[in-house]
């Protein structure tokens, strides 16, 4: 039996991908575990409940799905002269998560729930007299990440319930009982080998495709677009082509006289109506920004909730800035998430962080009529949800700018 399941067990191994089930987002690589477990006893045993030990390994197979192999120690105080009975178990399960879910509340955690089953081997020390049993196990628990601060290493907290049974081999396990279930609450750390293993890093975003690329000959970077001389703007609306290299240039592509941009828009300073205007954002002759929609990048989230990360307040802080300086902007302020949980949640998620985005602009000192939200969940997708590179993608928090 134990050569079986081990051999389950490597197989899994030669089947590994790239995946995210039952871990910390970003840790999506082998994992230990070490539990203490609370057994209800089936009650035809002539024993207390009984108390033990557990540690275990996984390994993940797809998004959701992953292999784990688990043993137990587990001791039992008999009625009848107060001695120990013993058991041991091994079990190979396959465990398989619901995506991450929370209650956008800085004091409650954020979870993966998730269910398992499997086949194993027990070992019953019963009275001084040890059976083999086959076993039996299903259940299903709740995975808690743990974040301290700017503290992660990928650890996380495991609540589980799992009924574990064990069928008779032609004698009587226990008691004259021909079959037993006993119940495991179990409580422990999960802990990602990030000593032997690297955890994934998000790819980068695929380039779009066209209909005639453009290969650099010395870089071998590929684009849609030529930009000959190298100053940020493309052939086609490049008005003033051959600008030497490191020369600051305005949106035609003509060089900046004075060469003073502080903001970085294209428009020198002594001309620009609209200072501080943050980065990508496109912008008229007078250097005000236009009527358009743009992706706040790096206006991120604490997963599964609306609680903005520091850099993303950063980022809001020059927004901030941007607005009181052209008070005739008004914004929509649209969440989208990627398609990972439930579409409902999803739904209410995206609305909350575009919620949280307005209510920290209005903190700035923002009008609050010159801002409304709008939540999309998951169903206006940049591109497919299949890949973890994809999905970090369809995160995002986008500003829809209307002059009045």
Request: contains cysteine; proline residues 5%; charged residues 20%.
């Given at each position: 039996?134990?050569?079986?399941l081990w051999g389950l067990f490597v197989a899994g191994a030669l089947w590994a991908q790239q995946a995210a089930a039952v871990?910390?987002?970003?840790?999506?690589?082998?994992?230990?575990?070490?539990?203490?477990?609370?057994?209800?006893?089936?009650?035809?045993?002539?024993?207390?409940?009984?108390?033990?030990?557990?540690?275990?390994?996984?390994?993940?197979?797809?998004?959701?799905?992953?292999?784990?192999?688990?043993?137990?120690?587990?001791?039992?105080?008999?009625?009848?002269?107060?001695?120990?009975?013993?058991?041991?178990?091994?079990?190979?399960?396959?465990?398989?998560?619901?995506?991450?879910?929370?209650?956008?509340?800085?004091?409650?955690?954020?979870?993966?729930?998730?269910?398992?089953?499997?086949?194993?081997?027990?070992?019953?020390?019963?009275?001084?007299?040890?059976?083999?049993?086959?076993?039996?196990?299903?259940?299903?628990?709740?995975?808690?990440?743990?974040?301290?601060?700017?503290?992660?290493?990928?650890?996380?907290?495991?609540?589980?319930?799992?009924?574990?049974?064990?069928?008779?081999?032609?004698?009587?396990?226990?008691?004259?009982?021909?079959?037993?279930?006993?119940?495991?609450?179990?409580?422990?750390?999960?802990?990602?080998?990030?000593?032997?293993?690297?955890?994934?890093q998000a790819a980068a975003p695929v380039q779009p495709e066209c209909a005639l690329a453009v290969v650099n000959p010395v870089?071998?970077?590929?684009?849609?677009?030529?930009?000959?001389?190298?100053?940020?703007?493309?052939?086609?609306?490049?008005?003033?082509?051959?600008?030497?290299?490191?020369?600051?240039?305005?949106?035609?592509?003509?060089?900046?006289?004075?060469?003073?941009?502080?903001?970085?828009?294209?428009?020198?300073?002594?001309?620009?109506?609209?200072?501080?205007?943050?980065?990508?954002?496109?912008?008229?002759?007078?250097?005000?920004?236009?009527?358009?929609?743009?992706?706040?990048?790096?206006?991120?989230?604490?997963?599964?909730?609306?609680?903005?990360?520091?850099?993303?307040?950063?980022?809001?802080?020059?927004?901030?800035?941007?607005?009181?300086?052209?008070?005739?902007?008004?914004?929509?302020?649209?969440?989208?998430?990627?398609?990972?949980?439930?579409?409902?949640?999803?739904?209410?998620?995206?609305?909350?962080?575009?919620?949280?985005?307005?209510?920290?602009?209005?903190?700035?000192?923002?009008?609050?009529?010159?801002?409304?939200?709008?939540?999309?969940?998951?169903?206006?997708?940049?591109?497919?949800?299949?890949?973890?590179?994809?999905?970090?993608?369809?995160?995002?928090?986008?500003?829809?700018?209307?002059?009045?």
């Open positions: 039996m134990r050569k079986i871990n910390t987002e970003g840790y999506d690589i082998p994992y230990v575990t070490g539990s203490f477990t609370y057994e209800i006893s089936d009650g035809v045993r002539n024993s207390d409940n009984g108390k033990a030990f557990q540690v275990g390994g996984g390994l993940p197979l797809t998004e959701h799905g992953a292999v784990e192999l688990n043993y137990f120690g587990l001791s039992r105080r008999r009625n009848i002269d107060g001695n120990d009975d013993y058991q041991n178990g091994v079990f190979a399960n396959y465990v398989y998560d619901f995506g991450m879910f929370g209650f956008d509340q800085k004091y409650l955690p954020n979870f993966k729930p998730y269910v398992l089953g499997g086949l194993g081997y027990v070992l019953d020390d019963t009275s001084g007299s040890k059976h083999n049993h086959v076993g039996i196990d299903t259940g299903g628990g709740l995975l808690f990440p743990l974040h301290v601060g700017t503290w992660d290493w990928g650890w996380a907290v495991r609540t589980e319930a799992a009924v574990i049974g064990q069928l008779d081999r032609g004698h009587s396990v226990d008691d004259g009982a021909a079959t037993l279930w006993d119940w495991h609450l179990t409580i422990g750390l999960q802990i990602p080998l990030t000593p032997f293993f690297k955890p994934h870089t071998g970077r590929k684009d849609c677009v030529t930009d000959s001389d190298g100053d940020g703007v493309p052939d086609n609306l490049d008005q003033c082509p051959g600008t030497p290299p490191g020369t600051k240039v305005d949106e035609k592509g003509c060089p900046v006289e004075n060469g003073n941009d502080a903001d970085g828009d294209g428009v020198p300073d002594d001309i620009d109506q609209c200072p501080n205007t943050p980065h990508g954002v496109k912008v008229d002759a007078k250097g005000c920004a236009i009527e358009q929609t743009i992706v706040l990048q790096n206006v991120n989230f604490e997963t599964g909730s609306a609680v903005l990360t520091g850099q993303a307040t950063h980022v809001l802080d020059e927004i901030a800035s941007a607005l009181k300086g052209q008070p005739n902007i008004h914004v929509e302020i649209a969440g989208h998430t990627d398609s990972t949980g439930a579409p409902a949640f999803n739904m209410t998620l995206s609305q909350q962080r575009a919620e949280s985005v307005r209510q920290y602009l209005i903190g700035k000192g923002i009008d609050t009529a010159r801002m409304s939200t709008k939540g999309f969940g998951d169903t206006q997708p940049l591109v497919s949800n299949d890949s973890e590179a994809g999905r970090a993608q369809n995160r995002r928090v986008e500003f829809k700018i209307q002059l009045n």
